[in-house]
């Protein structure tokens, strides 16, 4: 399952910008993937956490190996020490057994998270041992599939804004000012922002300001 948007949220866009417009002329359709399941959701960006994209593949596809299902009853049926043989550290190990619990004991509502606003949903995903505000949008965004999200803390889309808007640095007020004119598709926006930053228009720079 990808990431659902389309000519409704690609023309506003156009027509709010002419510089996202030209990138999104440029790169096309992008399709990111999403999961649909919350529970999972969570355990794997808490695996992904400060490691590459390359392993946290791997452990997960490891974990699914293990498990089969993904769950509460799956997590705690297993061992702290087994999750952490799957690769990754005993915290993180911990933090998901912890989370698992939360969900099984009725501390923690998955269905009311979903049916939250995104404001008060990061705030509940963040209150989890592991989830910062961060992680919480990603979550938002890519399982979810909230169509809104826009986050000052990830470093790739505040390169993807001094890309495409020759700015030397993105300060939060800069930043707000983007959040405004892409509302309400500010997801669409960082998933073009985060194409940009990862090289996918040939000859467009960075223009941050450099450290000497």
């Known amino acids: 399952m990808y ?31 999403t999961d649909p399941d919350l529970f999972s959701s969570v ?18 596809q490891r974990m699914r190996d293990r498990l089969g299902v993904i769950n509460a009853e799956t997590i705690l049926e297993t061992d702290i020490t087994d999750l952490q043989s799957l690769g990754m550290t005993f915290r993180k190990a911990g933090y998901i057994r912890d989370f698992a619990d939360k969900v099984h004991c009725g501390k923690f509502d998955l269905q009311a998270v979903s049916e939250m606003g995104d404001e008060e949903a ?33 470093l790739a889309i505040q390169r993807g804004l001094r890309m495409v808007y020759h700015h030397r640095k993105i300060d939060r007020k800069l930043f707000q000012k983007y959040r405004r004119r892409f509302h309400p598709y500010c997801s669409v926006a960082s998933l073009y922002l985060w194409a940009v930053a990862g090289g996918a228009i040939p000859g467009m720079k960075d223009y941050a300001l450099k450290v000497k």
């Not at 995903?125 to 169509?147: D, N, V, Y």
Request: hydrophobic content about 40%; overall charge negative; charged content about 20%.
């Open 122 to 154: 990061v705030k509940a995903l963040s209150s989890l041992k592991g989830i910062g505000i961060w992680t919480a949008e990603m979550i938002l965004l890519f399982c979810l599939q909230r169509p809104d999200i826009f986050s000052y803390d990830d």
């Open 3 to 33: 990431f659902t948007y389309g000519e409704t949220e690609i023309l506003y866009l156009k027509n709010k910008d002419q510089r996202l417009g030209s990138v999104m002329d440029q790169i096309g359709l992008i399709e990111r993937e």
């Open 43 to 60: 355990v794997h960006h808490i695996i992904g956490q400060q490691i590459s994209t390359k392993a946290q593949a791997t452990i997960w």
